[in-house]
């Protein structure tokens, strides 16, 4: 059986999507901290069971009978997530499961200035030692996470942050997809694989594009980094989570995000999305709702 966790989130939900195009649904379990966020999974046939890094007894219930086990990293701003991920690693392992996989990051370094590098390096490491088979999946940075990084650029024109470097930045959707096709096949991927988009490209390259699609110039402009954590701080963003958005520009500065590579495109068997078709969207969107 194919167990999935963090199937009530955006990444394994789409996951488990896709995984009933490829496998029949009994062959799949969920393993969900909310069972009736999964009730759409239980009326298709999937086994779902409830399941979180803190319980692990429950946890070891939901992977009953696993023959791979889909980790999701967990997304707790507050707390070391790393004792949940060995608690998942150690629940797969005593399930029986012969592989297990982890949506990991593209960035993986114990020194990396970006806080989930750090975490994913040290998952990836329980993982080796973990006695089982396994799989990283170190997928790119999403994409929409633009929306948030460049701020309000199509009211003002400008897209003001840190110095930043370039990002292979990658649509979620494409990435749930080629889980779902790794963990569906018969292809073993041993150890770290890398899901990204084709390219990778700075807020400049980002600036041009926009101006390109909206046919109106967005600057860009940089920002110093203290007066950038000010600013986000001053707009009611907690001091530590503004540290940690820092350490994303801190990291691509040193190149962290620029890897490309091209099995994503393999796995889906076609070109992934682009930081263009994303602003395309965007653009699209101001257009049918009449702004300026
Ligand atoms: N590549 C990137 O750029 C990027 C960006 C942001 C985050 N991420 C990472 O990718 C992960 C998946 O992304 P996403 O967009 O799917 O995030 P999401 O929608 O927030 O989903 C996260 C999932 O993790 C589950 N979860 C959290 N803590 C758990 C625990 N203690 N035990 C079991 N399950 C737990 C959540 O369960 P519930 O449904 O019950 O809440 C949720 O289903 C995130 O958790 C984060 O680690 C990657």
Known sequence: MIIVTGATGALNGGTVEHLLTLVPADRIGVSVRDVAKARHLAERGVRV???????????????EGADRVLLVSSNDPGVDTVPLHRAGIEAAVKAGARRILYTSHQHVGLGSPFGPARVHAATEALLADSGVAWTSLRNGFYAHSLDWFLGPWRETGVIAAPADGPVSWTER??????????????????????????AAVTFDDIAALASELTGRVVRRVVLDDEEWVAGQVAHGSPEPMARMLLGFFQAA????????????????????????????????????????
């Open 49 to 63: 069971r409830r399941g979180s890094y803190d319980d692990p007894a429950g946890l070891l219930d939901s992977f």
């Open 253 to 292: 500065r040193l190149g962290r995000f620029d890897g490309v590579d091209p099995l994503l495109g393999q796995l889906l068997g076609r070109t992934p999305r682009t930081v263009r078709d994303l602003l395309a969207d965007r653009a699209a969107a101001r257009g049918h709702t009449g702004g300026t």
């Open 173 to 198: 959707g494409d990435e749930a997809a080629a889980a779902a096709v790794v963990l569906a096949g018969q292809r073993p991927f041993d150890g770290p694989v890398t899901l990204t988009a084709d």
